[in-house]
């Protein structure tokens, strides 16, 4: 993503940074549904899952500021128009990965302990989780009430961002695909490789940005273009994957 980037967005720091800080956040959510229309191997893709959720949270703030700021002086690039602080980010991935992994464990081991394992998942569980998609909702209106003008007014600016995010997906998928086929691993975890290393954390994306940014900023344009771009291009990489373990089992038996 940060190569991409500059070789599309040079002239454009705000859509820049904002992709960037897509391309780090690795997916955490929407892997798992694009693993299962796959066909792909779900434990591998709960462990793969599971280390993306702590490493963001123990890298990410670093990496941002290695990507950002450390690289581009090293490669002789102008950084002057990127302005943030390492602490930012940490705060907005604290904020938005932190505290509900803390609030999970503790309503988990309180719940199992005062009501026991069939109260906690058939009853409080169904009750809770929707208010996830609640929340999600109800950000993705507000920034797209904040951002409707400059995608309606702007289009230019959203077919910029939309290039290297495309290039992204097709080149991140492929070549996993492709590794994982040439390593032997077997379709269903090399399907699970390859969403694994296309898909990414819009949401943790647009957290950051609006935190670090502000919610009319550049860069949090780009986190809300991202998943209109992300959807459908990976919908499409299912139909070819779903395509390839038909002709890799056509292959297996001829």
Known sequence: MFVLDWTFLPDQPAFRTGLIVIGLARCIAMVLIWNDLACGDSEAAALLVAINSVFQILAYALLGTFYLKILPGWLGLDTQDVQFSTWDITKAVLIFLGIPLVAGYLTRRIGLRAKGRVWYEEKFIPRISPFALYGLLFTIIIMFALQGDAIISSPISVLNIAIPLLVYFI?????????????????????????????????????????????????ALAGVIGPLIEVPALVALVYVSLWLMRRLAEKRTS
């Open 171 to 219: 080149i991140m998928w492929g070549v996993s695909f492709f590794l994982g086929i040439k390593s032997k691993l077997g379709y269903p975890k090399t399907a699970t490789l390859a969403f694994t290393a296309a898909g990414n954390n819009f949401e943790l994306a647009i957290a950051v940005s609006v935190g670090v940014w502000g919610v009319t900023s550049g860069q």
